[in-house]
């Protein structure tokens, strides 16, 4: 591992520089990314700021996400890739032939990271990797503009439910009120951010919260969405976002699940749990995440899906 003022220091080297996140990109991999970006081309660098599923519709809002480019990577030789909020390179997968010769700085918060870059820096006990970005853009000696704040806001204030989850420390609210001084409004990214909802996105949950089943015990509340539901609400894969939480939010519930048919038929599966370490069931399954928040693919038909997690779940709560 290495430390910020080494990769400040290796940065500062760079003419180019590739930045981007993990595919199904959230709030903190968008709002880092655009950080990160305009804080080096201040530095002089020639940037790329790059999502691989594009920018969701609620962060378009921000300054800076018309420069990012989607879904074809323009170029493949860089001075540099910085990769943010990724945990492994498979959620890099559709770019990572084409990125894996150039020198990789890896920087993120998830535990389950597999150091995948030339130059590494995790911090697990950071809330969102926009916290890492806040304290490397403080070693660049990058002045914090309000276009960068804004950026950060949202970045710090997606990982931690606005400012509500157990990951949120001291710190959090330190550089929280830093982006407040340099002219961060809450009370108008909140709303955007959190209450929000395209229709297809209500008509969504709406399909979600027909499938709810709870065990027996009360333990384990999941939901299925299929193909058909998605085609016929018209949703896009980011009106998904916080869906889950319906299952998790149950009183008495540990984990709430969430399986989903992707298009190629495999099927996508989601865990949020109120103290159950969910990152170790997807790890099972070949996937990752956080200690409440972890997900995983599976192979199978959604009948063998829900049969397999449900079995593995239920072996996790009775410990
Ligand atoms: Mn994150």
């Given at each position: 591992m290495n430390s910020l003022q080494e990769i400040a220091e290796f940065l500062q080297t760079c003419?180019?520089?590739?930045v981007t996140a993990h595919l199904s990109p959230d709030g903190d991999s968008i709002g880092s990314?655009?950080?990160?970006?305009?804080?080096?081309?201040?530095l002089g660098c020639k940037v790329t700021m790059f999502s691989i599923d594009g920018v969701p519709e609620r962060f378009r809002f921000l300054s800076g996400s018309e420069?990012?480019?989607e879904h074809t990577l323009p170029e493949t030789v860089y001075d540099c890739v910085l990769v943010l909020d990724?945990?492994?390179?498979?959620?890099?997968?559709?770019?990572?032939?084409?990125?894996?010769?150039?020198?990789?700085?890896?920087i993120d918060h998830h535990s389950t990271n597999e150091l995948f870059g030339d130059l590494n820096y995790v911090d697990h006990k950071a809330a969102a990797t926009g916290e890492l970005a806040?304290?490397?853009?403080?070693?660049?000696?990058?002045?914090?503009?309000?276009?960068?704040?804004?950026s950060l806001y949202v970045a710090i204030s997606s990982d931690t439910g606005s400012f509500k989850f157990e990951n949120t420390t001291t710190q959090t609210h330190i550089i929280a009120s830093k982006l407040l001084a340099a002219g961060v409004n809450p009370g108008l990214i909140t709303p955007k951010l959190f209450d929000l909802r395209s229709t297809a996105a209500l008509m969504l949950l709406k399909k979600a919260l027909c499938s709810l089943k709870i065990s027996a015990d009360g333990k384990m509340a999941w939901m299925v969405l299929t193909q058909a539901d998605m085609q016929e609400t018209?949703?896009?894969?980011?009106?998904?976002?916080?869906?889950?939480?319906?299952?998790?939010?149950?009183?008495?519930?540990?984990?709430?699940i969430l399986f989903r048919e992707q298009k190629d038929g495999t099927i996508r599966i989601g865990f949020r749990s109120q103290n159950i370490d969910v990152s170790?069931?997807?790890?099972?399954?070949?996937?990752?995440g956080h200690l409440r928040a972890s997900g995983c693919s599976l192979s199978s038909s959604l009948e063998e899906a829900t049969e397999i997690i449900l079995t593995a779940v239920r072996e996790e709560i009775s410990g």
């Open positions: 003419h180019s520089v590739l990314t655009i950080a990160m970006g305009l804080a080096l081309e201040r420069k990012i480019v990724c945990a492994d390179h498979f959620r890099l997968l559709p770019i990572w032939e084409q990125i894996k010769d150039n020198r990789i700085i890896n806040f304290a490397l853009l403080e070693e660049l000696k990058v002045p914090l503009d309000f276009t960068i704040a804004e018209a949703a896009k894969e980011e009106d998904l976002d916080g869906l889950i939480n319906y299952a998790k939010n149950i009183e008495g519930v540990e984990v709430g170790k069931i997807a790890s099972k399954f070949g996937g990752g």
